[in-house]
């Protein structure tokens, strides 16, 4: 039963343009969501967060947008370079609860 | 300065082996967790150990046990490895229980 789902494997941008990750969840109780990078045999590197009470979150080429009537979430890369191809894992967290619940990632190719 | 290491990288061992992996962090954090990416490249949680206090995920089989010397360190112990245990281990610390700080991973291979 995934919570966390990211419905796109693999997403192919061209560099300078925006890349759109997309994240849906089901549980309603989750109230904090978080963005990893992990580029391959490295761990998973914090990117972006957002509270449940926010539907934005920005921090430089990265936004994150929450919209939770649709239990969605997006991650936006403008522009997009290509030091950016890596994976992208959306997590959420219950803070009644502990550890983190990933979706199964994106991978995300900035093409020259 | 490596907030979140662990060794080895890489773990190649027999099935029925006893073996650890070590995690250490110097962030000061209160929380640390140990999670297992499978070959279907998910990310689950195993455990969360904090302030002493151990919250386990119910689908871990007992032969995985975690052990904390002291604050920041959270080794994970594997009694009588079997082949499905292959996977890629991670240690996460965190301040509270939002965003968590990732080690760069244990690949385990069970021959």
């Known amino acids: 039963d995934q919570q966390v789902k990211q419905n796109s494997p693999s997403l192919s941008v061209q560099e300078g343009r925006i890349s759109i990750l997309n994240c849906d969840y089901t549980?309603?109780?989750?109230?904090?969501f978080l963005w990893y990078k992990k580029y391959p045999a490295e761990g998973p590197t914090f990117l972006i967060s957002?509270?449940?009470?926010?539907d934005k979150n920005e921090d430089g080429r990265f936004t994150v947008f929450l919209n939770k009537s649709a239990k969605h979430l997006s991650l936006h890369i403008v522009p997009s370079q290509p030091g950016d191809s890596a994976v992208y894992f959306c997590?959420?967290?219950?803070?009644?609860?502990?550890?983190?619940?990933f979706g199964k990632g994106t991978h995300l190719i900035i093409q020259p | 300065d490596t907030a979140v290491s662990q060794t080895p990288k890489y773990l190649v061992t027999q099935m029925g082996n006893d073996k650890s992996i070590k995690c250490e962090q110097n962030?000061?954090?209160?929380?640390m967790y140990w999670y297992k990416q499978d070959s279907k490249k998910f990310l689950k949680i195993m455990f969360s150990?904090?302030?002493?206090?151990?919250?386990i995920n119910e689908t871990v089989p007992n032969r995985f046990s975690p052990k904390s010397p002291d604050k920041a360190h959270l080794n994970l112990h594997i009694n009588s490895l079997e082949l499905g245990d292959s996977a890629v281990y991670f240690c996460?610390?965190?301040?509270?229980?939002?965003?968590?700080?990732f080690g760069p991973g244990t690949r385990l291979t069970v021959l």
């Open positions: 996460a610390s965190s301040p509270r229980t939002d965003t968590q700080y």
């Open positions: 549980n309603s109780m989750f109230d904090y």
């Open positions: 957002i509270s449940s009470i926010k």
């Open positions: 997590a959420a967290s219950d803070s009644g609860a502990d550890g983190l619940t």
């Open positions: 962030l000061g954090h209160d929380t």
């Open positions: 150990y904090n302030n002493k206090e151990l919250i």
